[in-house]
């Protein structure tokens, strides 16, 4: 055994073996993140370009490293979810009751693997109990109390009630109550209520992941679910076409199952790019109401578009960090090398 350890690392340092794993692999990984689609008010544009910046960051490391795409779009939701300039997790957006009430969704593309969880109340990572009923129940979906009961079970805190509630969230469903809302339009009337985040990733070793989370929409009906915890609506995943993330108006986006009719428009040849604006116009076209998506093809070409005012949306690749929030505003930053 010592004599094999001993090989080992004479091999590493003359170069003969290297670490991490990913030098027998092709695939560039590439991590593509979404903050939310609506209409974003200019006083919180800077607060959601820093989050989504560190977001990407913290997620692609894992894919640097060699690691997962599931791995990788779990953590950069993750972060979000702990960041209270999106509506996820703490600062989630609060139903009529002054509840929050969430939904996330994650998906793998190499064998199709799913998790989804609706309606969860005082959990901080709806995002990593999606992941866990993929992982440790033979479903795909849990509702509220079940889905707080698995996560007991495995270990996933429950934090207080109420812990998750900030005073921008009940600011804004006072608002709501006090003018009315418009839950046609998010953000509409209610500027700020949204950012629903999300994660599309390609790993080293060609696997797609996808992930979504949400507090929903400022002043929902208590007990709603969305598109978010919608497979095939709010995210997919599948090796062969493509991975999807999604964010907007949730009854729109689940009547027109957006994520997978972006898969179906790849599947027929068209580029990330194309097949995510052409759908997303379409979708608008017929039922009138905005959204969002990030979009990776099987290849790792990026598709980024939304119909809505703002998305904030960024992406690592090799040691380049792209971002941006308005239609047509593209920024590159080349980041020092490893
Ligand atoms: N799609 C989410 C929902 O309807 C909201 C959003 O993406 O901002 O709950």
């Given amino acids: 055994m010592i004599n094999l350890i001993i090989m080992f690392?004479?091999?590493?340092?003359?170069?003969?073996?290297?670490?991490?794993?990913?030098?027998?692999?092709?695939?560039?990984p590439i991590l593509l993140i979404h903050g939310g689609a609506g209409d974003i008010p200019e006083s919180r544009v800077?607060?959601?370009?820093?989050?989504?910046?560190?977001?990407?960051?913290i997620g692609f490391k894992f894919l640097q490293n060699g690691g997962n795409a599931l791995d990788a779009v779990e953590a950069a939701v993750r972060y979000m979810e702990d960041d209270e300039n999106f509506n996820a997790g703490?600062?989630?957006?609060?139903?009529?009751?002054?509840?929050?009430e969430m939904d996330a969704s994650i998906m793998v593309g190499s064998n199709l693997?799913?998790?989804?969880?609706?309606?969860?109340?005082?959990?901080?990572?709806?995002?990593?109990?999606?992941?866990?009923?993929?992982?440790k129940t033979p479903h795909v979906l849990f509702a509220g109390a079940g889905a707080n009961k698995l996560a007991e079970e495995h270990g996933i805190p429950t934090v207080a009630p109420g812990s998750l509630v900030t005073k921008a969230a009940k600011d804004a469903l006072e608002r709501f109550k006090r003018k009315g809302g418009d839950l046609t339009e998010i953000g509409h009337k209610n500027p700020g209520d949204v950012g629903t985040v999300g994660a599309v990733a390609l790993d080293c070793h060609g696997n797609l992941a996808a992930a979504t989370s949400t507090g929903g929409i400022n002043?929902?009906?208590?007990?709603?679910?969305?598109?978010?915890?919608?497979?095939?609506?709010?995210?997919?995943?599948?090796?062969?076409?493509?991975?999807?993330?999604?964010?907007?108006?949730?009854?729109?986006?689940?009547?027109?199952?957006?994520?997978?009719?972006?898969i179906r428009e790849?599947?027929?040849?068209?580029?990330?790019?194309?097949?995510?604006?052409?759908?997303?116009?379409?979708?608008?076209?017929?039922?009138?109401?905005?959204?969002?998506?990030?979009t990776l093809s099987k290849n790792g070409d990026p598709g980024i578009y939304f119909t809505s005012r703002r998305m904030g949306w960024?992406?690592?690749?090799?040691?380049?960090?792209?971002?941006?929030?308005?239609?047509?505003?593209?920024?590159?930053?080349?980041?020092k090398s490893l």
């Fill in 90 to 100: 703490y600062g989630s957006v609060l139903n009529l009751d002054g509840e929050v």
């Fill in 113 to 135: 693997g799913a998790g989804a969880v609706t309606v969860v109340k005082d959990i901080a990572h709806p995002i990593s109990l999606a992941r866990l009923v993929m992982e």
């Fill in 266 to 294: 790849m599947g027929i040849g068209k580029s990330a790019q194309t097949a995510t604006k052409e759908t997303l116009e379409n979708m608008t076209k017929r039922l009138n109401n905005t959204a969002g998506a990030i």
């Fill in 9 to 28: 690392l004479i091999m590493s340092t003359i170069g003969i073996l290297t670490l991490p794993f990913c030098v027998s692999d092709k695939m560039e």
């Fill in 219 to 262: 002043g929902k009906m208590v007990g709603r679910s969305s598109d978010t915890c919608m497979l095939g609506s709010g995210t997919y995943a599948d090796n062969d076409f493509g991975a999807v993330s999604t964010t907007g108006h949730g009854e729109t986006i689940a009547k027109y199952c957006l994520a997978i009719s972006i």
């Fill in 314 to 335: 960024a992406y690592r690749k090799g040691n380049e960090l792209h971002y941006g929030i308005n239609h047509d505003e593209h920024e590159i930053e080349c980041l």
């Fill in 46 to 57: 800077a607060n959601k370009i820093a989050g989504l910046k560190k977001s990407v960051d």
